[in-house]
């Protein structure tokens, strides 16, 4: 199929395609890789009487250092992730995860603010906003305002930017002392959405002894990516190790709320998210033990 007819812009400045925004108020919709929003087009699930591509926009595409981690610009592809030293130096957690990210075709063309203001439940990059304490920041005619992730993600593909606004960019905050990170998922194949993931962060005290703070959060099991802020506090304090892993994937469980669907029932996802848990901890807790 093709697209239903709609008016086409590619502003060289946010200042002008916002512009354009607040004269096409619900109807409009922002291309940058344009991965999610063409197919969805192209099957006529969404017909946007406008479409603002800002992929002229000049300075766009950037990675910058940002409090320890990194921001990048709103055209920045997701192949940046892979190869970029500054992600690999700070936050070598992001060009692990980039790696599932669709296939290289997809990732060298999608971009990561577009990812993430699409909002797909199932996606790598929300998830690792929302475990990374990113924080959004969206340009409208208004002006600008900065979005925590814990505040950006709202339900199934729905964000709190408003249709006047671009998501200019995305910063991702670097990780606390002494955290390792472990990112796995599980896909019917390489490249598909997750039916469950998992990104988990896990820190010491410095004698290694006890765990200082931990991170869990969860895609594909929600409307969106979910952080158990109630077993990372649980965590916090206990012994690094199986008893305490497995307690914290009992414990995930029942605070998880997905769905069933044709992909797998909500039981099992709940069940994978478990086994997930158990395994990214140990998978984090032995890069600790590697650095001591």
């Given at each position: 199929?093709?697209?239903?007819?709609?008016?086409?812009?590619?502003?060289?400045?946010?200042?002008?395609?916002?512009?354009?925004?607040?004269?096409?108020?619900?109807?409009?919709?922002?291309?940058?890789?344009?991965?999610?929003?063409?197919?969805?087009?192209?099957?006529?699930?969404?017909?946007?009487?406008?479409?603002?591509?800002?992929?002229?926009?000049?300075?766009?595409?950037?990675?910058?250092?940002?409090e320890?981690?990194?921001?990048?610009?709103a055209?920045?592809?997701?192949?940046?992730l892979?190869?970029?030293?500054?992600?690999?130096?700070?936050?070598?957690?992001?060009?692990?995860?980039?790696?599932?990210?669709?296939?290289?075709?997809?990732?060298?063309?999608?971009?990561?603010?577009?990812?993430?203001?699409?909002?797909?439940?199932?996606?790598e990059?929300?998830?690792?906003?929302?475990?990374?304490?990113?924080?959004?920041?969206?340009?409208?005619?208004?002006?600008?305002?900065?979005?925590?992730?814990?505040?950006?993600?709202?339900?199934?593909?729905?964000?709190?930017?408003?249709?006047?606004?671009?998501?200019?960019?995305?910063?991702?905050?670097?990780?606390?002392?002494?955290?390792?990170?472990?990112?796995?998922?599980?896909?019917?194949?390489?490249?598909?959405?997750?039916?469950?993931?998992?990104?988990?962060?896990?820190?010491?005290?410095?004698?290694?002894?006890?765990?200082?703070?931990?991170?869990?959060?969860?895609?594909?099991v929600?409307?969106t990516?979910?952080?158990?802020?109630?077993?990372?506090?649980?965590?916090?304090?206990?012994?690094?190790?199986?008893?305490?892993?497995?307690?914290?994937?009992?414990?995930?469980?029942?605070?998880?709320?997905?769905?069933?669907?044709?992909?797998?029932?909500?039981?099992?996802?709940?069940?994978?998210?478990?086994?997930?848990?158990?395994?990214?901890?140990?998978?984090?807790?032995?890069?600790?033990?590697?650095?001591?």
């Amino acid at each position: 199929m093709k697209p239903a007819r709609f008016d086409y812009y590619d502003p060289r400045t946010f200042e002008e395609g916002v512009e354009v925004l607040a004269s096409a108020g619900t109807e409009s919709k922002v291309m940058a890789g344009g991965q999610s929003l063409m197919p969805l087009m192209n099957m006529r699930l969404v017909r946007p009487a406008v479409v603002v591509d800002i992929n002229r926009v000049e300075g766009a595409s950037y990675v910058k250092p940002w409090e320890g981690g990194v921001a990048v610009g709103a055209t920045t592809r997701q192949r940046s992730l892979e190869w970029d030293g500054l992600v690999a130096e700070r936050l070598p957690i992001l060009q692990t995860a980039a790696r599932h990210i669709g296939h290289t075709q997809i990732r060298s063309r999608g971009t990561i603010c577009g990812s993430i203001a699409h909002a797909d439940p199932a996606a790598e990059l929300p998830a690792l906003a929302l475990a990374l304490d990113a924080e959004m920041e969206v340009q409208s005619k208004r002006g600008k305002r900065t979005v925590a992730a814990a505040d950006f993600f709202v339900d199934y593909l729905t964000t709190s930017l408003e249709p006047d606004e671009i998501l200019v960019e995305t910063r991702f905050r670097g990780s606390p002392a002494r955290m390792a990170w472990a990112f796995l998922e599980v896909s019917r194949r390489h490249g598909d959405f997750a039916m469950v993931g998992i990104v988990a962060g896990l820190a010491l005290e410095p004698r290694g002894n006890a765990i200082s703070d931990a991170r869990l959060t969860y895609f594909g099991v929600s409307g969106t990516p979910v952080r158990c802020r109630e077993v990372e506090v649980a965590l916090t304090g206990q012994q690094p190790g199986e008893d305490a892993f497995a307690s914290a994937a009992a414990d995930i469980q029942p605070l998880l709320d997905p769905s069933d669907d044709v992909h797998a029932s909500a039981a099992y996802r709940r069940s994978v998210a478990g086994v997930l848990t158990q395994r990214a901890l140990t998978q984090a807790w032995r890069q600790l033990q590697k650095e001591v």
